[in-house]
């Protein structure tokens, strides 16, 4: 089929999922869940703008032949060879950690399945495996700390926070990340996914050189302007935007906001 990634989206179309090892692939709505198995490229008119690791879960907008339209990050088509249904998704990586249980990327990928499934005490179970594994994994702190968070435990969630931030990377990767950001928004202006990834990055950042408030509220004004105010993703961006603005109350308004979309 053609590749759509040489022209901009129109109609969303609907979604036929990949299967699972010998599982028969089934049909699959737009708005459904699938999960990345694989290091994935993520195209706009044949460009690479960016890449999601194994474990990440996508909502699929639309389907063009074997490619899948998805907005996280940033907007654009992936190979839906390269994924799988949230549903199956467990089984797939517990599959593939017994088989290495050595593998780091292997338990962080189902850490980040239980976490897209609510599944949170499993989820930090897998985490410290990760963190066993490689101690000064950024991302196992991260996303336990969004765990810990989500079961209430605020102490251990900030604990995780700061651990991330001591361990995060150096200027080069935050100037690279940011320029990713600017070149998916350059390609698809009218997708809310970099605008809300560039917000989340200039709201978060511990660098002052990336970091930018004002910046930040309004790119992640405009996710949420694109998405007709209806992701809750995008409406907790907004609100660590104006809490990085010092703007408290519009912080705990749009947080609320989102918790109503949840």
Avoid at 112 to 127: R, T
Avoid at 160 to 185: G, M, S, T, V, W
Avoid at 225 to 253: I, N, P, Q
């Amino acid at each position: 089929s053609a590749d759509p990634t040489m022209r901009q989206l129109t109609f969303p179309v609907v979604l036929a999922a990949l299967c699972l090892f010998a599982i028969p692939a089934r049909a699959q709505s737009v708005g459904e869940t699938v999960v990345v198995i694989r290091p994935t490229d993520v195209k706009v008119r044949s460009e690479i703008v960016y890449r999601h690791n194994p474990g990440i879960h996508l909502v699929v907008g639309a389907v063009q032949g074997n490619w899948l339209w998805i907005n996280h990050k940033v907007s654009g088509w992936i190979s839906r060879d390269d994924v799988i249904p949230l549903d199956e998704s467990a089984e797939y990586f517990s599959k593939l950690v017994q088989q290495d249980p050595d593998n780091t990327e292997h338990h962080l990928a189902l850490a980040n399945v239980w976490s897209a499934q609510g599944q949170w005490e499993q989820a930090i179970a897998s985490f410290n495996q990760v963190l066993k594994l490689d101690p000064n994994n950024i991302a196992a702190y991260g996303n336990r700390a969004i765990a810990w968070r989500n079961m209430g435990d605020y102490p251990k969630a900030i604990a995780d926070y700061d651990a991330a931030i001591r361990l995060a990377p150096d200027q080069k990767e935050y100037d690279r990340a940011l320029a990713d950001f600017n070149e998916a928004i350059r390609l698809e202006p009218n997708q809310a996914g970099g605008y809300n990834s560039r917000a989340w990055l200039r709201a978060t950042c511990p660098d002052p050189q990336i970091a930018n408030a004002a910046d930040a509220v309004e790119d992640a004004t405009r996710a949420c302007e694109l998405s007709s105010w209806k992701s809750a993703e995008y409406l907790e961006t907004l609100a660590t935007a104006y809490a990085a603005e010092g703007e408290f109350s519009e912080a705990v308004k749009w947080q609320a906001r989102a918790q109503d979309l949840a």
